[in-house]
């Protein structure tokens, strides 16, 4: 069934207004007709199961039918903090995260980042193109809420801000294995189930800093290691979202 988000304040009694690109989608796209039944989402976890009511000048009413709170989120809020990668990696690590049941991205300066960001104006672009693939991958996986982009933070500025959240992971690949081995790495994955929140850390092409790994577990961050190969950072954090979305669902 078709999928659409739209604003809480356009959700009234029992009717809501769906406007913008939406309406010429649902019209001349997709050619839905009054009657015809999809679902909208207030992007904030509520899906409600409407029937078109009528088409006017820019808008389509709908009428909800019924309201339930969205089966496709994960019992655990999971923030994946990016390191910057090159190119458009950070566009496709996006589309996935958010397929994969990701709440929050956070990118993040760390000190091998190779990208250099000294342009406001194009920054604010590029973290609109970010929010808008959100969007998209929300829409097409059919999502309960749209998640949050973030500006790109500093590393001491993304530890601060992962410092609120119930737990946080961080995948090392130079990690002693009696420490950070995979029997411990399943053990702290388990143990994320009825935890609220949950950080995840992915380090850039070049990887983390020691000291940048020392400050995280001084910080009581989970030091966790994904196997025996070295993965690529557009390809790390898709690995660790996938286990813990395996896991929790």
């Not at 078109?52 to 709170?69: K, Y």
């Not at 309960?144 to 500006?151: N, S």
């Not at 500025?157 to 294995?177: F, G, R, V």
């Not at 994955?189 to 000291?211: M, T």
Request: hydrophobic share 40%; net charge negative; glycine share 8%.
């Amino acid at each position: 069934m078709y999928h659409f988000y739209t604003e809480r304040s356009n959700i009234s009694g029992t009717q809501i207004k769906l406007t913008g690109e939406d309406v010429n989608h649902i019209k001349n796209v997709l050619r839905m007709k009054p009657g015809e039944e999809l679902i909208i989402c207030d992007g904030e976890g509520t899906d409600h199961y409407c029937r078109i009511a009528s088409f006017d000048a820019g808008c389509v009413t709908a009428d909800i039918l019924e309201s339930f709170g969205s089966k496709a989120e994960l019992s655990t809020r999971l923030y994946l903090f990016q390191g910057m990668p090159k190119k458009d990696k950070m566009e496709m690590i996006i589309q996935k995260a958010v397929e994969l049941g990701v709440y929050e991205i956070v990118p993040v300066m760390t000190r091998r980042v190779i990208v250099k960001l000294d342009d406001e104006k194009k920054e604010a672009r590029k973290l609109e193109r970010w929010q808008a693939i959100a969007e998209s991958a929300a829409k097409q996986s059919g999502r309960g809420i749209i998640p949050k982009i973030h500006p790109v933070m500093s590393y001491k500025d993304a530890l601060s801000y992962a410092s609120e959240l119930d737990a946080n992971l961080i995948p090392y690949e130079n990690a002693d294995s009696s420490e950070c081995g995979m029997e411990s790495s399943r053990a702290v994955i388990r143990e994320l189930h009825g935890k609220q929140s949950a950080g995840i850390f992915i380090g850039p092409e070049g990887g983390f800093e020691e000291s940048e790994i020392e400050q995280a577990v001084q910080a009581g961050f989970k030091c966790i290691s994904l196997g025996r190969r070295i993965l690529r950072t557009e390809t790390a954090g898709l690995a660790v979202l996938s286990v813990i979305m395996f896991e929790l669902d």
